[in-house]
């Protein structure tokens, strides 16, 4: 606790004037008459009146009025209000200026973007460790690879992705966020595994309903420290029932087909194991 101390300089003056009325106390007094051995002799009329005499340069210590005062420290005389200083606790959630107007979280428990990216650290841990969530947003921008006449000297193409926002008609990428590994390429030898399996049916300004891991870095190099989505699955209606279901990507990794070949293979190793 800060306190307020007050400096008070000693000046002496009442001590010196003591000191100086017991010294002339003690001097005996004067008289104008002067007395029979100051008319005696010569001697001490030469040593009076000698006109080349010189008064002798005093070294006596100087008195207490004369010296310097000495600051000293007194009692304090009262204390200061006790500063406050805000912590990042008490601060206001930062906004985000130009983010429209939609909820953090929907009353279906699906993310807005604007959410995600306004505390986004616990998402970040979640996606993390495998853990998906679902996010309600519309397609911005579905990127397309530009047209090359030669591969050799055009740049490489981009795996497919997409970008999402929170409503429509927002423009640049500043309030968008990029959606990875929604399509996957089928090898010709494979295609025949995939003929008839659900696609991914996506459109340029329609909402849609996602499932994935929000995160900084995707596993297939994609990267955005604002938060990025690795696709898992995405909403879509069927159309001769009208009821919503999720599709995953044909090709994924983690495809239903896909999960199914991996057990398959796992059970024929097992049984070569044991047949051994």
Known sequence: MRQAWVLALGLGLGCGSS?????AASEPARSDTPSPSASAGP???ASATAPNAKAEPSTSAPSKAERIPEPKLLEPIGELAPTTTMGASDLPPTPLLGAPEVPDVYADGAWS???LRRDPEPRFAEGDTDREIEVLAYVQEIYAPPPCSDPAVCAPVKQPHLWAVDAPGIHGHKRA????NYAFAIPEWDAAAWKGVEPIVLEVGKQYRFRGKFRQFSDTGFSDPRGLLEFGAVQQTDPATGIPHWVTPPG??????NLMRVEEERRRLEARV???
């Open 252 to 257: 994924a990794p983690w495809h239903p087909l």
């Open 177 to 180: 966020m990029m959606v990875v």
């Open 274 to 276: 044991k047949g051994k």
């Open 113 to 115: 973007i604007t959410g």
């Open 43 to 45: 001697s001490a009329d």
């Open 19 to 23: 000191e100086q009325g017991k010294a």
